[in-house]
């Protein structure tokens, strides 16, 4: 089993997205899997311009030449894809948002209605892929995910408000329900190709209204001292 991973935070291996991808991938491996990291920061992949050329024009083939054209053939033949994102105002971060908009090649251009939505089928028959979304946010409240949730339906979540509590030991302690879910999660994925509904629930974390309001408070200490006097 060959599992594919992505962080996308620019804060890279200083980040707490690294933090849960680490854990992630430490189970994988645990299970048996071989695992890959790519920081999306240090890769070279241009904006897709939405000129259609790679439906049209050269199918399949992009206009640009970077790190797209190896990437590609490399996640397809992944057995599991993980992607990691910060929560930027609301939304994934555009170093995924990018990279991902450059899958357009591996798509046809054909429209088709697939369950309830509309879809492109896929250019290339593709081998069975597990994804799994790791998002963390600064803010405390769980909404913090609802774009996010809404663009990966399908995919393992793992989500963490108020991610910054993994940089704290104090905090690392209080989430290890948390961290253990994560690699319980990575195990059973790569054992039985599912995680189990209990894992799943352990995986989102919604914080207690005192914890809210205790976190919203050390972050605003936290700032205060980082100002300009």
């Not at 991973?5 to 997205?17: D, I, L, Y």
């Not at 790791?134 to 405390?140: I, K, L, Q, S, Y």
Request: charged fraction near 20%.
């Amino acid at each position: 089993m060959k599992v594919l991973a992505f962080n996308a935070s620019p804060r890279k291996q200083f980040g707490t997205t690294d933090i849960i991808l680490s854990h992630f991938l430490e189970g994988a491996r645990q299970a048996g899997a071989s695992t890959k990291r790519y920081y999306v920061t240090d890769l070279e992949i241009n904006g897709c311009i939405g000129c259609f050329t790679c439906w049209t024009k050269t199918p399949g083939k992009c206009i640009h030449r970077d790190d797209m054209d190896w990437l590609i053939p490399e996640s397809q033949d992944a057995d599991v894809i993980v992607l990691g994102t910060p929560i930027y105002n609301g939304n994934i971060i555009h170093y995924l948002q990018r990279m991902t908009e450059r899958l357009l090649p591996t798509q046809l251009p054909w429209m088709e209605e697939q369950g309830e939505i509309t879809q492109h089928p896929s250019r290339h028959k593709k081998k069975p892929q597990k994804m799994v979304l790791v998002a963390v946010a600064g803010f405390p409240d769980y909404q913090a995910f609802n774009i996010v949730k809404a663009m990966s339906p399908n995919s393992l979540q793992i989500l963490l408000p108020s991610s910054q509590i993994l940089q704290d030991p104090v905090g690392v302690t209080l989430m290890k329900d948390f961290i253990d879910a994560v690699t319980s999660s990575a195990k059973q994925l790569i054992q039985y190709g599912i995680v189990d509904e209990e894992t799943k629930k352990r995986l989102v974390v919604e914080f207690s209204p005192e914890m809210k309001n205790m976190m919203r408070e050390q972050a605003n200490k936290h700032f205060e001292t980082q100002l300009t006097k």
